[in-house]
């Protein structure tokens, strides 16, 4: 399958688009160098193009399996693994006291984009893996990070996450999942854990579950949950394995994609497990994995619609159907070039915002500014609604490219469609994160989104000289949205909620075309005749999304189950 890893499309982003030096001119990040950051993505897209882009068919062909309790992963699945672990890749943003490298979010998230439109199944584990890393270096107590994080940051082990249970999906409160103190500083955790992405496999010497369960004094709901690390195996306390604790593989899940990332049932009856974090203060902590995971599965996302589209664009450019001008391919009828330059619009669109929003990440870390910590948790549900949003439209668009022959299995195009389309749904569905916006980020009466819609205001203004054409319409987007934002936060959560999922897509066609307009500044001609196909086509979209915003919920509420019914 073609694909080649869009280093130039970081390294203009970086230099021109999201003002990267802002995060390099920060004390905590001033190692990461422009000499650094040009090795380290050159080096990762070597290890996309030439390591992990080989293994994408063999994970969806040849899926993981279980065989006698043990997880047998794709063919090479373990080369690519080991690759990544000693490129160093997992611990690019981990703390340098354990082996990580400590370099800004913003980097990982470039590689992690480029992993995902390689080889999606195994980009899930290390993702995985850095999420509880973070976790870890935030929440665990020393004696549990000196054991856990130089294994994870080396690759020795690896991490995952354990919520959802067959009664407690979204509802995560409802887990029933029971943790007793074995009076040794120890909990026996026992309880059935389902949807666990990458919770076993054939190539690392431990995996360790951070694992939700509630204490026998906890209270019903999310403030009784607590968290526990519970390795596959219990390491002694110099690092070394000891015994098999008492958990086990069930099943794996039968799934639409992603064949090559093994996805479990998981049992765990009275494993030793140890508390990470205060007690009653699982969510808190699990929050923070899920946070690093919900900007990384926004990159799966886009990574994977950059996959797609490339393939796409490959198919178009040799295909040779109808009667078309130039070449003869089908590149050249106007529909196929519409449908190529929506896909390649959009990806940049998604992940401007994506990289942004971890920009905002590390000018947190580096500078404790609540602005910047604002600005990042504003992102955040935007990055892996629209991230991901974009990837299942730009893989069915690129399905669509290949006509009859995308239907087809062997062409590889509706593999990125049946991969990516869980990315919706995991990590909070789409709607959870739209909720999200506009309910507990709209906490500060729109503060954060405001002070963001000045900043594209203010570049708007500032580039109606230069184009026109194009700033004007991004100016007047943007002041509809504070328009519709300020009737947003006078509203009910109930009526906020109905026209979430609009309000959100609509903010992020605004973020695109700001991010469009700053690329056609500073670019080339090509990223301006890009950005008009966004800002002429794509854009007026917000006007209808922000209609349905201000509508609220009557007229949802007002439909009862006996219309849906009928």
């Not at 999420?131 to 000196?146: C, N, P, T, W, Y």
């Not at 935007?382 to 991230?387: E, H, N, T």
């Not at 990516?420 to 990590?427: L, M």
């Not at 109930?494 to 075309?513: C, K, M, N, Q």
């Amino acid at each position: 399958m073609p694909y080649a890893a869009p280093a130039s499309e970081f390294r203009f982003l970086l230099d021109h688009v999201v003002n990267f030096d802002q995060v390099t001119g920060t004390d905590t990040f001033g190692d990461a160098t422009p000499d650094m950051r040009d090795a380290i993505l050159t080096e990762a897209a070597k290890l996309c193009d030439e390591v992990l882009a080989p293994l994408q068919r063999n994970g969806d062909e040849h899926p993981a399996r279980l065989e006698n309790g043990i997880v047998r992963t794709s063919p090479g699945f373990a080369e690519g693994f080991k690759a990544i672990a000693d490129g160093g890749w997992i611990g690019m943003s981990a703390d340098p006291v354990y082996g990580g490298m400590g370099l800004p979010f913003t980097l990982t998230t470039a590689v992690n984009d480029m992993m995902s439109g390689a080889c999606l199944s195994l980009q899930l584990n290390p993702l995985m893996c850095q999420g509880q890393i973070e976790a870890l270096e935030h929440h665990a107590s020393d004696a549990i990070k000196d054991l856990y994080l130089p294994k994870l940051i080396s690759g020795q082990w690896c991490g995952t996450m354990n919520l959802t249970e067959p009664q407690a999906g979204s509802d995560v409160g409802a887990l029933r999942s029971k943790a007793t103190p074995n009076g040794d500083g120890s909990y026996a955790i026992t309880g059935q854990k389902i949807y666990i992405s990458w919770a076993d496999n054939d190539f690392t010497e431990n995996v360790c579950h951070l694992v939700l369960a509630r204490l026998p004094d906890g209270v019903e709901g999310t403030k009784g949950i607590s968290l526990f690390m519970v390795p596959k195996i219990i390491p002694n306390e110099d690092g070394t394995l000891g015994e098999r604790n008492s958990l086990r593989v069930v099943s794996l899940e039968h799934k639409m994609g992603l064949h090559g990332s093994p996805t479990a049932v998981m049992e765990y009856d009275g494993a030793r497990g140890w508390l990470v974090g205060p007690e009653h203060g699982g969510m808190a902590a699990m929050f923070t994995m899920m946070n690093n995971a919900r900007v990384g599965v926004g990159t799966q996302g886009i990574g994977t619609a950059e996959a797609a589209y490339q393939h796409a664009l490959a198919y178009a450019m040799e295909r040779k159907q109808g009667r078309a001008g130039g070449s003869g391919t089908i590149v050249e009828h106007a529909d196929v070039r519409r449908m190529l330059a929506t896909m390649k619009a959009e990806v940049f669109a998604a992940r401007s915002i994506a990289i942004s929003n971890a920009i905002a990440i590390d000018m947190s870390t580096a500078t404790g500014d609540a602005a910047w910590k604002a600005r990042a948790a504003l992102l955040t549900p935007i990055s892996k609604a629209f991230g991901t949003d974009v990837g299942v439209e730009t893989a069915a668009t690129g399905i669509q490219v290949h006509g009859g022959m995308g239907f087809i299995e062997e062409t590889g195009a509706a593999q990125f469609a049946r991969d990516v389309r869980v990315t919706t749904i995991y990590e909070g569905t789409n709607g959870i994160q739209a909720m999200d916006l506009v309910a507990r980020k709209m906490m500060d009466n729109g503060e954060a989104a405001f002070a963001l819609m000045d900043e594209i205001e203010a570049a708007a203004e500032a580039a109606k000289e230069k184009c026109p054409d194009l700033a004007e319409p991004v100016w007047h987007a943007c002041e509809t949205l504070r328009e519709a934002t300020e009737w947003l936060v006078a509203q009910e959560l109930t009526d906020r909620f109905a026209g979430a999922v609009p309000y959100l897509r609509a903010f992020a066609r605004v973020l695109g075309g700001y991010y469009h307009l700053l690329a056609a500044l500073h670019g080339d001609d090509s990223r301006e005749r890009l950005a008009t196909v966004y800002i002429k086509r794509m854009l007026p979209e917000y006007t209808t999304l922000l209609a349905q915003v201000r509508e609220g919920a009557s007229d949802l509420m007002a439909i009862s189950t006996d219309d849906l019914v009928a």
